[in-house]
């Protein structure tokens, strides 16, 4: 009786908008929130790596060592939980309560299941980092951190599950609000381990580690508990039969979410590659590109918010069989994210040498680092646009479940167009460290034209 009367309720709950502008809102309110749990993520990560720094700039870059390999195993993971949200928004879309809880019981076996040989990778760290011709002291330093970071896997894919059904039925707030109360947590945990404060052990990088392991537990259980106990949530049962695994659904979940997680590790691994062609230039090109590149990544926070709701605003719309909906969701969502993006790209372009100064200082020592990283940003201007775009039509192809041409695309204008083209031009065409980031824009804009291509050939398609 219960699913019945939800299933009469939720296609209210999930209508269309009458008029773009409409959709236009409910876009934005589904994206902010997502937007601002992300910066929260990335503010936890910068407050770790600033707690570290106080051991030393050896510890540092075991710190960025680490991350390296876990970051390869994690993404993995990220792709699969990630598919919740299609899932789980077409399901709300449909009215369909029962698939809600189904599309979150999956993700969350799915966050286990792959966490377990997930982890072999951050705890034998060291021995991947020897074979790729690392220092022993740098290698040995990252496994301490890796020790303790590698237990969070499982807990930081299960939150993942937990938020993307929470944006997928309309309430992104809660896992934002968890996100808020972690970051001083997170901060305080990490200082108190590093250094042995209030009675606890001092455990140097290792407890940096484990502090984040903590954390990520704490926020599963938070939103765990908020999705058992809380309305809406607790209406839709999320955690009946939790102990089953649905293995015709998890097909689908796998099936949306490989590819999505290929297609993230070709980007990662465009963005490490870069690094070693910036190794191969000078030590300046690579300071001036780790920082232009952390700036790119805290603004790519933005557009990523938008691309989530796009998915949750598509998926609803494909899910209730509207395909005119799905056309205005793609259509609000990139029109957003183009006038976001254009606007973050002026504030860069406009205070890009402030940056390089905020990082370097201003001495004449660093003139020529800051000058080469206000280059690099503005000729990240363009790399922003198109990266945002991708990110954006991503998002809405994933919520009509099309992720395996997105692959496609990724391999295409990563590692077809950027890769040779940025080689071409910053060693054969004289460029250096610009010629890199030039390649990589073209790249992102070949893939960005591709995925829109895609979004609007399947939308008329499903329209006729």
């Given at each position: 009786?219960?699913?019945?009367?939800?299933?009469?309720?939720?296609?209210?709950?999930?209508?269309?908008?009458?008029?773009?502008?409409?959709?236009?809102?409910?876009?934005?309110?589904?994206?902010?929130?997502?937007?601002?749990?992300?910066?929260?993520?990335?503010?936890?990560?910068?407050?770790?790596?600033?707690?570290?720094?106080?051991?030393?700039?050896?510890?540092?870059?075991?710190?960025?060592?680490?991350?390296?390999?876990?970051?390869?195993?994690?993404?993995?993971?990220?792709?699969?939980?990630?598919?919740?949200?299609?899932?789980?928004?077409?399901?709300?879309?449909?009215?369909?309560?029962?698939?809600?809880?189904?599309?979150?019981?999956?993700?969350?076996?799915?966050?286990?299941?792959?966490?377990?040989?997930?982890?072999?990778?951050?705890?034998?760290?060291?021995?991947?980092?020897?074979?790729?011709?690392?220092?022993?002291?740098?290698?040995?330093?990252?496994?301490?951190?890796?020790?303790?970071?590698?237990?969070?896997?499982?807990?930081?894919?299960?939150?993942?599950?937990?938020?993307?059904?929470?944006?997928?039925?309309?309430?992104?707030?809660?896992?934002?609000?968890?996100?808020?109360?972690?970051?001083?947590?997170?901060?305080?945990?990490?200082?108190?381990?590093?250094?042995?404060?209030?009675?606890?052990?001092?455990?140097?990088?290792?407890?940096?580690?484990?502090?984040?392991?903590?954390?990520?537990?704490?926020?599963?259980?938070?939103?765990?508990?908020?999705?058992?106990?809380?309305?809406?949530?607790?209406?839709?049962?999320?955690?009946?039969?939790?102990?089953?695994?649905?293995?015709?659904?998890?097909?689908?979940?796998?099936?949306?979410?490989?590819?999505?997680?290929?297609?993230?590790?070709?980007?990662?691994?465009?963005?490490?590659?870069?690094?070693?062609?910036?190794?191969?230039?000078?030590?300046?090109?690579?300071?001036?590109?780790?920082?232009?590149?952390?700036?790119?990544?805290?603004?790519?926070?933005?557009?990523?918010?938008?691309?989530?709701?796009?998915?949750?605003?598509?998926?609803?719309?494909?899910?209730?069989?509207?395909?005119?909906?799905?056309?205005?969701?793609?259509?609000?969502?990139?029109?957003?994210?183009?006038?976001?993006?254009?606007a973050l790209t002026v504030a860069i372009i406009l205070g890009r040498y402030?940056?390089?100064?905020?990082?370097?200082?201003?001495?004449?020592?660093?003139?020529?680092?800051?000058?080469?990283?206000?280059?690099?940003?503005?000729?990240?201007?363009?790399?922003?646009?198109?990266?945002?775009?991708?990110?954006?039509?991503?998002?809405?192809?994933?919520?009509?479940?099309?992720?395996?041409?997105?692959?496609?695309?990724?391999?295409?204008g990563y590692w077809c167009v950027a890769f040779p083209v940025a080689w071409?031009?910053?060693?054969?065409?004289?460029?250096?460290?610009?010629?890199?980031?030039?390649?990589?824009?073209?790249?992102?804009?070949?893939?960005?034209?591709?995925?829109?291509?895609?979004?609007?050939?399947?939308?008329?398609?499903?329209?006729?």
């Open positions: 009786m219960l699913d019945t009367v939800q299933y009469q309720a939720q296609p209210q709950a999930g209508a269309p908008p009458n008029h773009l502008a409409e959709e236009f809102v409910e876009t934005l309110r589904l994206a902010v929130p997502m937007m601002l749990t992300q910066l929260g993520q990335i503010a936890m990560i910068t407050t770790d790596l600033a707690m570290i720094g106080r051991l030393g700039e050896d510890a540092v870059a075991a710190a960025a060592l680490a991350h390296t390999v876990y970051f390869v195993s994690f993404t993995f993971g990220l792709g699969l939980t990630s598919a919740v949200s299609p899932l789980a928004a077409q399901a709300f879309g449909a009215g369909d309560v029962r698939r809600i809880r189904r599309s979150l019981r999956v993700g969350l076996w799915a966050a286990l299941l792959i966490s377990l040989p997930m982890m072999a990778s951050p705890l034998y760290g060291e021995q991947i980092l020897l074979a790729l011709g690392q220092m022993p002291q740098s290698a040995a330093l990252a496994q301490h951190y890796l020790n303790g970071l590698a237990w969070g896997i499982a807990p930081a894919l299960g939150f993942i599950a937990l938020r993307s059904m929470m944006s997928a039925v309309n309430r992104p707030q809660a896992p934002l609000w968890i996100t808020v109360a972690a970051i001083p947590v997170n901060a305080a945990l990490v200082y108190a381990l590093i250094h042995g404060l209030f009675g606890l052990p001092e455990l140097g990088l290792f407890g940096a580690g484990l502090a984040t392991t903590l954390v990520n537990l704490g926020t599963f259980l938070a939103a765990l508990a908020i999705a058992g106990l809380r309305k809406p949530f607790a209406d839709y049962h999320p955690l009946a039969r939790l102990w089953r695994i649905d293995w015709p659904l998890m097909r689908q979940l796998v099936a949306v979410g490989a590819p999505i997680s290929f297609s993230l590790l070709l980007e990662y691994g465009l963005f490490s590659s870069a690094a070693l062609l910036m190794g191969l230039i000078s030590t300046a090109a690579i300071a001036a590109h780790q920082i232009a590149l952390q700036v790119t990544a805290v603004l790519f926070m933005v557009p990523l918010g938008i691309g989530m709701a796009a998915t949750v605003r598509v998926g609803h719309a494909f899910g209730r069989d509207d395909m005119v909906a799905v056309r205005r969701a793609g259509l609000a969502a990139a029109v957003l994210g183009i006038a976001f993006v254009a402030e940056l390089g100064r905020l990082f370097f200082g201003r001495s004449e020592a660093s003139a020529a680092t800051v000058e080469l990283t206000a280059t690099l940003l503005l000729v990240g201007a363009s790399f922003f646009i198109a990266d945002g775009l991708q990110t954006i039509m991503g998002g809405a192809l994933r919520g009509i479940n099309d992720t395996r041409m997105t692959l496609v695309f990724a391999a295409i071409v031009l910053a060693f054969h065409a004289g460029l250096g460290a610009v010629g890199v980031w030039i390649g990589f824009s073209i790249g992102s804009f070949v893939y960005a034209a591709l995925l829109i291509l895609r979004f609007r050939m399947l939308a008329r398609r499903l329209a006729e």
